[in-house]
């Protein structure tokens, strides 16, 4: 049973720091894709960023600059570190990890944690 479980959400200032942190069991995240994505009331679920199995990053352009996509794979964890952070920032946060390989996809879901921006 693949579990991924985050932690590292809280209330900060604007232009403050939080790294969230995913850890996973039930799996090796090696051979993952990881994802972050947020979620504000309201709205839609939107991707954040994303490190592939091989290390590639890519990030929504509104976090590009302040927010680090990181894993440490022999700790079964990935990190979203993020800087400066803005009111709009404000959200749920999701770990994902996806997995894809001749026609087999695997996608598992954390239960999120709450990132509040606010002065």
């Known amino acids: 049973q693949v579990q991924l479980v985050e932690s590292g959400g809280g209330l900060v200032q604007p232009g403050g720091s939080l790294r969230l942190s995913c850890t996973a069991s039930g799996t090796m995240i090696s051979i993952y894709t990881m994802n972050w994505y947020h979620q504000a009331p309201g709205k839609q679920r939107e991707l954040v960023a994303r490190?592939?199995?091989?290390?590639?990053?890519n990030y929504q352009d509104s976090v590009k600059d302040r927010f680090t996509i990181s894993r440490d794979n022999a700790k079964n964890t990935v990190y979203l570190q993020m800087n400066s952070l803005k009111p709009e920032d404000t959200a749920a946060y999701y770990c994902n990890a996806v997995y894809e390989f001749l026609g087999v996809r695997r996608s598992y879901w954390g239960q999120g944690t709450q990132v509040t921006v606010s002065s």
């Open positions: 490190i592939t199995s091989g290390g590639s990053t």
